[in-house]
C-alpha cells in the first residue's frame, strides 16, 4: 500500500519564504525561492557557479523546484548543499519557539536525518559574499540534462598572495549527506598554490569518503572522479586547463 501522506501542506505561494536580499556582506533568501528565481543572483554574485547552477534539473523542475526544497529533502545527491556548504551558508530554522541558524554542512546529520527539531521548517538561507575568493562547482552524472548527480563538488579557495589560506570543498553522491571533504582541504591549508599541494589533496580525498557503488556509479568511479575533479579545479584556476585543450 502507499504511504497516506496527508495533511499536504502546499507553502508555494508564501511571501515570507519567497524574499531574496543582497547586502555586502550576505546574500540571504527564502527557502521557497525557486532555482530559476535564484539563476540572476548567482550570475551576478557567483558566476563560477552558472553552469553548475543550469545543469539542474531541466527547466521545468527548476521552475519549481525550490532550494529550501532540495535540502530539507536531505538527499545525499541534492545539488544545492555541496555549493552552498562550501561558500559557507547557513541555514535559518523556525518553529512556533523562534529561530535558529545552523552551519549547513551541520544540518545533514546522517542519511536520511537532518538537524530538526519538531515543528521546524526551513524558513532561509544565507550565504557569505566571498570577494575574490576562488570558486568552482562541477556535476558528474551519465546525462547532461535532467539527470541528478552521480558525483558533485564545489569549491572555495582563499589565496593570501601564493599561499592557500583557507579552503572549503564539498561533495555529493560520497557519502549518506553532501559533506565536506576533510583531508583534502587540510592538505591544501597553507600549502602554497601548487600543483603539489592539490595533487596532495587529490591522494588525500580517498581518505575522506567510502562512497558507495549504485545504479548511478561504482564506488571506484566515484573516487577517482573525486580525485580528478581535485585536478581539475587546479588545471582551470590556472588556465592550464585551457592551454592543454586548444593544443589538442
Ligand atoms: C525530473 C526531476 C529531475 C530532478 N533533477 C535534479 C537535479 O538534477 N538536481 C537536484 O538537486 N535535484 C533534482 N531533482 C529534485 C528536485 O530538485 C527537488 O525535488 C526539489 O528541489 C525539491 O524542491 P520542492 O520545492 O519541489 O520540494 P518538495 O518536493 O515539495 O519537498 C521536498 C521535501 O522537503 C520538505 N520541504 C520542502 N520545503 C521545506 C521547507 N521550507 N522546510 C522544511 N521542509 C521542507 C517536503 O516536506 C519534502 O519532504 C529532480 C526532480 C525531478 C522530478
Do not use: C
Amino acid at each position: 500500500m502507499l504511504k497516506r501522506i496527508s495533511p499536504a501542506v502546499f507553502i508555494g505561494h508564501l511571501p515570507d519564504l519567497k524574499g531574496i536580499s543582497v547586502t555586502e556582506n550576505e546574500v540571504t533568501l527564502g527557502a521557497g525561492v525557486t532555482y530559476s528565481e535564484f539563476e540572476p543572483v548567482i550570475e551576478e554574485h557567483f558566476p563560477q557557479a552558472l553552469d553548475y547552477w543550469r545543469r539542474i534539473a531541466g527547466w521545468q523542475v527548476r521552475n519549481a523546484g525550490t532550494i529550501g526544497g532540495n535540502i530539507a529533502n536531505g538527499s545525499p545527491i541534492g545539488e544545492t548543499p555541496p555549493l552552498l556548504i562550501a561558500l559557507g551558508a547557513e541555514v535559518v530554522l523556525q518553529n512556533t519557539a523562534g529561530m535558529r541558524t545552523v552551519a549547513l554542512e551541520d544540518f545533514f546529520i546522517e542519511y536520511g536525518k537532518q538537524d530538526r527539531q519538531p515543528g521546524e521548517f526551513v524558513a532561509a538561507i544565507r550565504i557569505p559574499r566571498t570577494g575574490a575568493d576562488r570558486i568552482a562547482a562541477y556535476k558528474v552524472s551519465k546525462r547532461q540534462h535532467s539527470d541528478i548527480t552521480a558525483t558533485a563538488a564545489a569549491f572555495r579557495v582563499v589565496t593570501d598572495g601564493q599561499v592557500i589560506s583557507d579552503a572549503r570543498i564539498a561533495f555529493g553522491g560520497m557519502a549518506g549527506t553532501p559533506k565536506r571533504a576533510e583531508r583534502a582541504e587540510a592538505a591544501l591549508r597553507g600549502k602554497p598554490f601548487s600543483r603539489e599541494s592539490f595533487e596532495a589533496a587529490a591522494e588525500a580525498v580517498g581518505e575522506d569518503f567510502q562512497p558507495l557503488s549504485d545504479w548511478r556509479a561504482t564506488a571506484d568511479y566515484r573516487r577517482l572522479v573525486a580525485a580528478n575533479l581535485i585536478r581539475r579545479f587546479w588545471l582551470e584556476q590556472t588556465g592550464e586547463a585551457h592551454r592543454l585543450s586548444r593544443a589538442q
